[in-house]
């Protein structure tokens, strides 16, 4: 009697079942493995995830910008907020003439402000240098002098105004003394409204 088995002879039923749990088994190592290969922490899959996620952009929140206060157009104006530039017109006065000048007024401050040509202010004329004036006219020795127009004006930021200022020749002391009429040669003016003041300017009397 021959000990060799016939091949095609049906395997017992124990045998079928070990098959199947060591598959099973092994069905499941695959998939754990590959669990691990994907969601670990250095794995391909967590990278890929975290790269996929935006990060959100940082909020920028703009300073709020002071809002500047209200102008008050009462506010007085100083030598900060206005430029005055005093021009005589004409340069050559003639023989008995009388000597006149433009008075430019530039507003160049920040805000409106108030200016009033009757507080602070004075027509001056006088010869010689800077360091030896000799006064010969100057309008605040006369407080009812005229020689500047009295006028109130609210300036806006770049507002440019006018105004003309003359001189009648006659030498003026303080406490309003008055001499003689001014012969010929060069002389200076310069005009203050509200304590400011232009920059003087030179003129000439032919006689």
Do not use: K
Not at 42 to 57: C, E, I, K, L, N
Not at 170 to 178: D, K, L
């Amino acid at each position: 009697m021959s000990d060799s088995r016939d091949p095609g002879a049906a395997l017992p039923r124990e045998v079928y079942m070990r098959r199947r749990i060591v598959a099973g088994i092994g069905l499941v190592l695959v998939l754990v493995i590959a669990y691990f290969l994907i969601f670990s922490p250095s794995g391909d899959g967590d990278d890929a995830a975290t790269d996929s996620t935006t990060s959100p952009s940082p909020s920028i929140t703009a300073n709020p910008t002071t809002s500047a206060a209200p102008a008050d157009a009462s506010r007085a104006c100083t030598d900060a907020d206005v430029q005055l530039t005093l021009t005589p017109n004409p340069f050559e006065v003639a023989s008995g003439g009388i000597p006149s000048f433009d008075v430019a007024i530039q507003q160049v401050g920040a805000s409106p402000c108030s200016l009033n040509t009757d507080a602070d202010s004075s027509l001056q004329i006088w010869s010689g240098g800077e360091s030896n004036r000799d006064i010969y006219f100057d309008s605040s020795y006369c407080e009812s002098d005229a020689t500047i127009t009295s006028r109130q004006m609210v300036l806006n930021t770049g507002a440019a105004e006018s105004l003309t200022a003359s001189w009648n020749r006659i030498r003026v002391g303080e406490g309003c003394t008055q001499g003689s009429s001014a012969g010929e040669g060069y002389y200076w003016a310069q005009v203050t409204l509200q304590g400011i003041a232009s920059e003087p300017a030179q003129f000439h009397i032919n006689g």
